[in-house]
Nanobody
Framework: VRLEESGGGLVQLGGSLRLSCTFS????????ISWHRQAPGEQRELVAS???????NYADSVKGRFTISADNSQNTVYLQMSSLKFEDTGIYFC???????????????????WGEGTLVTVSS
């Protein structure tokens, strides 16, 4: 199974973007899927996470501005970002710690994998 992030781009200060984290196989269940970001010269940091039962968690810096959600029918986790600030600039990565997916030979577990990221740039 693979995951791919999309939806990044150049956005004006105060604008909005929706990022998508799409899995290549049918997702049956998962433990936690999260979005992380890495600004230039900085360490990667957790932005938001969602559990398989829908519990969410956010970094203080994005509370009230970002919303994480999961659409199992689309095998996708979204990150809706609004009121974007300059400090939101960075590469956004999706991570899955433990995920059960369907294959032609039956369900399988995938553990601890990342996407390649999508770049978000907030400009004036």
């Amino acid at each position: 199974v693979r995951l791919e992030e999309s939806g990044g781009g150049l956005v004006q200060l105060g604008g909005s973007l929706r990022l998508s984290c799409t899995f290549s196989e049918r997702v049956i269940n998962f433990n936690v899927i999260s979005w992380h970001r890495q600004a230039p010269g900085e360490q990667r940091e957790l932005v938001a996470s969602i559990t398989g039962i829908g519990s969410t968690n956010y970094a203080d810096s994005v509370k009230g501005r970002f919303t994480i959600s999961a659409d199992n029918s689309q095998n996708t986790v979204y990150l809706q970002m609004s009121s974007l600030k300059f400090e939101d600039t960075g590469i956004y990565f999706c991570h899955s710690d433990r995920l059960l997916y369907g294959t032609s030979s039956g369900p399988r577990w995938a553990v601890d994998f990342w996407g390649e990221g999508t770049l978000v740039t907030v400009s004036s």
